[in-house]
């Protein structure tokens, strides 16, 4: 069974202060993890994947495999941040990818 | 425009109605899902399609009946309606089954009365 963690629901900082989104996992195989993320009024849309370890709007994740996470990151957050954020893991061949219960991030002026 | 669309965007309705809910991509995707998120937005696959196939069935009430007529349209027929069947139901499509990249459509706020 593969499984999604985000512990925390609500997330509120104030613009220019770091932000860590928690992501954990539970999944026997080699997983994939992805970050999406749902702005106010907006749909679904992947925001990035650990395969390719890259910055997308200053937000970095790093796939930890001891610790079976995948937080993310941003070293200073902007308003425009604000937005719903689902971490997500795809594993093996059963087209499925499974979301955590999202962490909805607030970031004020 | 190149999308994945749903309609309709919003539907109200009264319990034990059966209503449909549309769904189509233009991406040339081969793999489509139906994704239920609940009041307190956690996000749940219902099914996937690879190809016009049922790949994943997960545990949804035999009342829900998705169909897909081709690769490019997945709708979801819903039978008997009920209070808990009120969620937001997003289609999904993506280029294979593997990548975990999925294209959402807007979503459909479904409210059983």
């Known amino acids: 069974a593969q499984r999604v963690t985000q512990p925390e629901k609500l997330l509120s900082v104030f613009k220019g202060a770091p932000v860590e989104l928690k992501c954990n996992y539970s999944y026997s195989g080699s997983p994939e993890l992805f970050w999406y993320v749902q702005y106010s009024r907006q749909r679904l849309q992947l925001l990035l994947r650990h395969i390719s370890r890259e910055s997308i709007k200053g937000f970095t994740a790093d796939l930890n495999k001891g610790e079976t996470s995948f937080h993310l990151k941003k070293p200073f957050a902007q308003e425009e941040d604000s937005a719903m954020y689902y971490c997500a893991l795809s594993g093996g061949s059963n087209y499925k990818l499974t979301f955590g219960k999202g962490t909805l991030l607030t970031v004020n002026p | 425009d190149t999308a994945v669309s749903q309609t309709p965007k919003y539907l109200v309705t009264q319990m034990g109605n059966d209503k449909s809910i549309k769904c189509e991509q233009n991406l040339g995707h081969d793999t489509m899902y139906w994704y239920k998120q609940d009041s307190k937005k956690f996000l749940k696959i219902m099914f996937s399609?690879?190809?016009?196939?049922?790949?994943i069935n997960e545990t949804v009430p035999n009342r829900f009946s998705p169909k897909s007529p081709d690769k490019a349209h997945l709708n979801l027929h819903i039978n008997s309606l009920e209070l808990g069947d009120s969620a937001v139901y997003f289609c999904a499509s993506s280029p294979t089954g593997l990548t975990g990249e999925l294209f959402f459509g807007e979503g459909s706020r479904l409210t059983v009365l």
């Open positions: 399609y690879n190809n016009k196939e049922l790949i």
